[in-house]
T-cell receptor, first 112, second 111 residues
Framework: NAGVTQTPKFRILKIGQSMTLQCTQD?????MYWYRQDPGMGLKLIYY???????DKGEVPNGYNVSRSTTEDFPLRLELAAPSQTSVYFC???????????FGPGTRLTVT | DAKTTQPPSMDCAEGRAANLPCNHS???????VYWYRQIHSQGPQYIIH???NNETNEMASLIITEDRKSSTLILPHATLRDTAVYYC????????????FGKGTTLSVSS
């Protein structure tokens, strides 16, 4: 099992550009999550999904969109990138609610 | 906001036990205590979790006080590779699914 994979590893965006962060898991997990981590801080939840076709907002959803068309994939879309979105983004998955979460390696995004 | 209080940093000598405390005085009766760690900006890694009984696995032990207002994560023989930020988490989001992280404890293990 590859676990949770994320692409790209690094990206630099200009203000106003858009991009999609990819996340894939091969563990047949129902739950998937997107977190962001700013320097020196803990992770904050952006969006999560409890299964294909079902998504919901977390603590900091503004400026982001998600979709979950398959069990495996949970892409995060940034529209009109802003410097405040400079962060490290982590995707995670779990089989059941409250289970151990498996995290991907992260995507380091800089918006200038 | 996170419902836990952890010291910002701790030091431990290699080979000794590392005891990481966590206060969670407002924990609810059905809330679990989770521990994760993050090594040098990698994705967080699950360590252990428990409700009210003490738990042990191949990585660590979790001791929860009888009143459940605090807990201690024990790494029995710390190694240099255990240097990381350790997060104690006792609440999930409103849906009861995702973790809510605080700032954690930075554990530095030295030889």
């Amino acid at each position: 099992n590859a676990g949770v994979t994320q692409t790209p590893k690094f990206r630099i965006l200009k203000i106003g550009q858009s991009m999609t962060l990819q996340c894939t898991q091969d563990m047949n997990h129902n739950y998937m999550y997107w977190y962001r981590q700013d320097p020196g801080m803990g992770l904050k939840l952006i969006y999560y999904s409890v299964g294909a076709g079902i998504t919901d907002k977390g603590e900091v959803p503004n400026g982001y969109n998600v979709s979950r068309s398959t069990t495996e994939d949970f892409p995060l879309r940034l529209e009109l990138a802003a410097p405040s979105q400079t962060s490290v983004y982590f995707c995670a998955s779990s089989y059941l609610q409250g289970d151990e979460q498996y995290f991907g390696p992260g995507t380091r995004l800089t918006v200038t | 906001d996170a419902k836990t209080t952890q010291p910002p940093s701790m030091d431990c000598a290699e080979g000794r036990a590392a005891n990481l405390p966590c206060n969670h005085s407002t924990i609810s009766g059905n809330e679990y205590v989770y521990w994760y760690r993050q090594i040098h900006s990698q994705g967080p890694q699950y360590i252990i979790h428990g409700l009210k009984n003490n738990e042990t696995n191949e990585m660590a032990s979790l001791i929860i006080t009888e009143d459940r207002k605090s807990s201690t994560l024990i790494l029995p023989h710390a190694t240099l590779r255990d240097t990381a930020v350790y997060y104690c988490i006792v609440n999930l989001n409103q849906a009861g699914t995702a973790l809510i992280f605080g700032k954690g404890t930075t554990l530095s293990v030295s030889s």
